[in-house]
């Protein structure tokens, strides 16, 4: 007898159902609210629930033009209400390919459950639900997916991975802290929502962008959407809030970052440069070092203002005046390479306002300072901004090294204690210009020999004159070899 009256009290639901429907469809086409899918999920106004005065929260709804068209809308309910409007309609056995649940407040929503499997679209929304537990079925047709507004807290990491139709998920407004697997199999592309869940962590959905690659994705209210960053995460100290087209931006650097077969640069946000009314730049540093390379890396994303190709065995540095890659380039880090000339640096854009310019402990021997001073052109830089690095390296050293080169060293040089001497175990701080510039020294020596050679011989000779004179005078002969001497028009002086 009862089960009579429920049955009956389930066809006159069924009928007053059917009958708005058709008002439904009248008010949809009206306001022209489209149902195609799955842009949007099956998605109802509060208008369109059911009337507080009938006893069922759910109604049933027919889609026109869409197969299987059979929709149900539930609002206002908590966990009871919602079973007895959902049986209330005869939902287990009425093919309903379209659900949305308006408005419900509950603890859990078990997505395992049997009869969520048919499903091509759900939503809940505008609820308040704190977890969402389980995982979707094998083969659950859901395509679209919407969770909005609902303080949603948590949801099993693998709530969603059987969804192998999914392409339109709506996560926004919740307080999500990490997102859900999504299933990424058959390469499709997803729609996401994920604006106003402001707890995520960026680097979660940073390495969510990663895994599922960051063209499969396409974010709505991507400029409205932020994610928090933790202090750790090294990319964004300055700010807790970051919009999410940064993490996108920091993906898609990743895809340019230079890399090849047996080695991978890492790439990495240096700072936000905001200019008005522009959108922002990201300058970007890029490290290479430790990779083995030979040559610099051809390609460095845009706005790479800094490169380290540390621990190399670079040998010239080309690219730095002749890539326009390079222009960007404000700091150049290349210590510990195999580079033995900056002589193509001559002229380089990079040399006229870098910051700062590492070579340190390379094979550099000959430094034309000319090419490394400021230019007359840029006479109101600071000379402070062009810091240049060359400790280690082995110069060659002489007089000219001791008397210009060291002076110039220890004005320009940040690290000239550090520069050494290839052919003096010396530092070239530490160079003496009286020891280096020895030629002079020598040669005044050789002279000393010469002068002392000559005073002796004319000693010498004075001696002997007089000696001579003195034989002469006493002896009356002249000695040798003064006596085999011929006559010299002068002697008649003597011969007095
Ligand atoms: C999800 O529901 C919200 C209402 O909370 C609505 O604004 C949004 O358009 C829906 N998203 C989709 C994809 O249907
Ligand atoms: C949501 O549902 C509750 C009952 O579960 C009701 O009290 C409340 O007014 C509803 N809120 C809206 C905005 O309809
Ligand atoms: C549900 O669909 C199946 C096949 O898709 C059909 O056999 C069955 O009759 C339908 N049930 C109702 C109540 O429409
Ligand atoms: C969810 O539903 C499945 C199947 O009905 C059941 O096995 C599971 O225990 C439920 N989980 C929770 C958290 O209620
Ligand atoms: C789910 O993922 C979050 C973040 O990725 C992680 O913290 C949590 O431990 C994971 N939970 C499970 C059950 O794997
Ligand atoms: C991105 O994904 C690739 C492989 O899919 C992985 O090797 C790489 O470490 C990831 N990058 C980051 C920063 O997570
Ligand atoms: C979002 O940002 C893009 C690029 O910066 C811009 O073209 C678009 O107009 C913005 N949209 C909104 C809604 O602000
Ligand atoms: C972020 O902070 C850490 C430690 O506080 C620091 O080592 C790192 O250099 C900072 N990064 C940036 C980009 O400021
Ligand atoms: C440079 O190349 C030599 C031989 O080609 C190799 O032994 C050495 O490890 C390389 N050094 C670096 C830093 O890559
Ligand atoms: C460049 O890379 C080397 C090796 O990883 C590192 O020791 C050095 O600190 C880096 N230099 C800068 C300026 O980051
Ligand atoms: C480094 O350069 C020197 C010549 O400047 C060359 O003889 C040597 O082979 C180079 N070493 C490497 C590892 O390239």
Redesign the pocket.
């Known amino acids: 007898m009862q089960m009579q009256w429920l049955a009956l009290v389930i066809c006159f639901y069924a009928g007053v159902a059917s009958a708005r429907t058709e008002e439904d469809q009248q008010t949809s086409s009206a306001s022209g609210v489209s149902n195609s899918l799955p842009?949007?999920?099956?998605?109802r106004h509060p208008i369109d629930c059911p009337t507080s005065d009938s006893r069922c929260s759910c109604k049933r709804i027919t889609l026109a033009n869409v197969p299987e068209g059979n929709a149900a809308l539930c609002c206002n309910t908590d966990q009871q209400s919602l079973e007895d409007g959902l049986s209330c309609i005869g939902f287990q056995h009425s093919n309903i390919s379209y659900v949305h649940i308006r408005n419900a407040t509950l603890d859990v929503f078990n997505v395992s459950e049997v009869r969520w499997r048919m499903l091509k679209s759900l939503?809940i929304?505008?609820g308040k639900i704190n977890r969402l537990r389980g995982q979707f079925r094998m083969m659950t047709p859901i395509q679209?997916l919407?969770?909005?507004?609902n303080e949603l807290r948590e949801v099993e990491n693998n709530s969603l991975t059987r969804l192998v139709q999914l392409t339109?998920?709506?996560l926004?407004?919740n307080k999500l802290t990490y997102l859900p697997a999504l299933n990424t199999m058959n390469g499709r592309e997803f729609?996401l929502?994920i604006s106003g869940t402001n707890k995520l962590s960026c680097h979660d959905v940073y390495h969510y962008i990663n895994k599922t690659g960051e063209k499969q994705i396409t974010f709505?209210r991507e400029n409205e959407t932020v994610c928090s960053s933790m202090a750790t995460w090294h990319w964004f100290n300055t700010t807790e809030q970051v919009p999410l087209s940064q993490v996108l931006y920091l993906s898609l650097l990743q895809t340019e970052c230079p890399k090849g077969d047996t080695w991978q640069c890492q790439c990495d946000i240096r700072r936000l440069d905001i200019i008005e009314g522009k959108p922002p730049t990201h300058a970007v540093s890029v490290d290479c070092s430790g990779m083995q390379l030979t040559e610099l890396p051809e390609k460095l994303p845009q706005n790479t203002i800094a490169l380290n190709i540390s621990y190399n065995n670079i040998t010239v540095l080309d690219d730095l005046s002749t890539n326009p890659r390079y222009e960007d380039l404000r700091e150049f880090y290349a210590d510990y390479n195999n580079i033995s000339s900056i002589n193509k640096l001559e002229g380089s854009k990079f040399l006229d306002n870098y910051a700062i310019l590492s070579l340190r402990y390379n094979k550099i021997k000959v430094l034309p300072t000319y090419i490394l001073s400021p230019s007359a052109h840029h006479k109101n830089f600071l000379s402070s901004r062009n810091l240049v690095r060359l400790g280690g390296n082995k110069l060659h050293c002489d007089c000219n090294t001791a008397k210009h080169l060291k002076a110039w060293l220890q004005t320009r040089i940040l690290d000239s204690d550090e520069v050494m001497c290839e052919n003096v175990k010396e530092k070239v701080v530490d160079l003496e210009p009286s020891k280096m510039c020895v030629y002079p020294g020598d040669w005044t020596d050789y002279i000393y020999y010469i002068i002392a050679t000559e005073v002796i011989l004319l000693i010498g000779l004075i001696a002997k004159v007089s000696y001579d004179y003195w034989v002469f005078k006493t002896a009356g002969y002249l000695p040798w070899p003064a006596n085999k001497m011929p006559k010299l028009p002068c002697d008649w002086l003597f011969e007095t």
């Open positions: 842009e949007q999920c099956f998605y939503a929304t505008d679209c919407n969770l909005s507004n339109t998920l709506d926004s407004y729609w929502d709505n």
